[in-house]
């Protein structure tokens, strides 16, 4: 069976070196314009040429979307920054609309091209239109089932790539195509300014009884009637693999390291695992699903992956995420005196039980024995957000360990 790629986001230089460590083949990462996560940190020049080779150096290979709907204001940009692009050398570029493709392909003659689940990929006939055009793969829309995919896979070219959401945040919308956030706000979600209004919490207004709020569902709370489940498709690998899907894709390109590190981790051994032996990805499943849960999520649903989702896919009573897990911060170089550097990303203390995430999947239980800020002064905790700490946990360290502590 062939070997899947694990397709990672980032939203950052940090995110992209945990993503690589922990285990992706490949990652895929938005710049300053152009993608459809205008609100994530993303990727200045600078950093996306020094993401690109850190990955390169560990044979993982780096993906850039350019996946606006684009309007004509677009156009001339987009061709200054493809030409930027050709000169930093990604893998991929990640395109959904048509202009933007022609573009591509004119100023990027060399670079492959990768059809975004933006362009509402949901029949083999659609595969073969873009295969025609040079595309290399094409995402498919996330409204189809298995047993679509494994038909799309049997009527389209052997060597053009088949790419499927695996893991992640479900939207409301066809193939991802908002206009809820552009009528409610002016903020175009197809241009990447999405609002998320799928999120927001929504009553019943009878026309001519403005201002009495009824609920849709039956609880005094009112309802989030769009806020769909996260995709987790951690326990069907085999299902995935036989579809004949060659990349697996994990959605989160504003989430954090923690969150990155976690699912990445878990997806990469339990991919290895199957390949390895059936019968040991059976027996691992539940760490797999252990692990699975430390990350943030809205509960989990295998979308339309096994057809039409039910009222069980929703979740009617509120926003939130499930977190058992706060994010502490990414472990550094060690100094002269022994200690990790460290940015801080939310407040731990001397005498602390926390944990260390290795990338190979060991979990370590420490305590924190000793903290020293930058001009060497002993503290015993961080106030202030991002400070830069030195810290002894009585064990050695590695670069990109990940620092976690469990929510009481």
Known sequence: MKHPELLVPASSLEVLKIAVTFGADAVYIGGEAFGLRAKAKNFSKEDMRAGIEFAHAHNVKVYVTANIIGHNTDLEGVEEYFKELGEMKPDAVIISDPGIFSIAQEVLPDMEIHISTQANNTNYK???????????????????????????????????????????????????????????????????????????????????????????????????????????????????????????????????????????????????????SPDKYKENMPWYLEEIGKCTYRKFTTGFFFGKPTEETQ?????????????????????????????????????????VMKPNGENISVVVKRMVDEEGQEVESAPHPKQVLFIDLGIELDEFDILRVKEE
Not at 329 to 355: A, P, T
Request: glycine share 6%; charged share 30%; net charge negative.
């Open 126 to 276: 659609t595969y073969q239109f873009w295969n025609k055009l040079g595309a290399k793969r094409v995402v498919s829309a996330r409204e189809l089932s298995l047993a679509e995919i494994k038909e799309i896979r049997e009527n389209i070219p052997e060597d053009m790539e088949i790419e499927s959401f695996i893991h992640g945040a479900m939207c409301i919308s066809y193939s991802g195509r908002c206009l809820l956030s552009s009528f409610f706000t002016g903020r175009d979600a197809n241009r990447g300014e999405c609002t998320h209004p799928c999120r927001w919490k929504y009553s019943v207004v009878e026309e001519k009884r403005p201002g009495e709020y009824f609920p849709v569902y039956e609880d005094d709370r009112g309802t989030y009637i769009f806020n769909s489940k996260d995709l987790c498709m951690i326990e069907h690998i085999p299902e995935m693999l036989s579809a004949g899907i060659d990349s697996l894709k994990i959605e989160g390109r504003m989430k954090t390291a923690l969150y990155v590190a976690t699912v990445a981790r878990t997806y990469r051994k339990a991919i290895d695992d199957y390949l390895e």
């Open 315 to 355: 979740i009617y009573d509120n926003n939130v995420y499930v977190k058992e897990y706060t994010y502490l911060g990414i472990v550094g170089q060690k100094n002269e005196q022994g200690l990790y550097r460290i940015e801080q990303r939310n407040k731990f203390s001397v005498g602390d039980s926390i944990e």
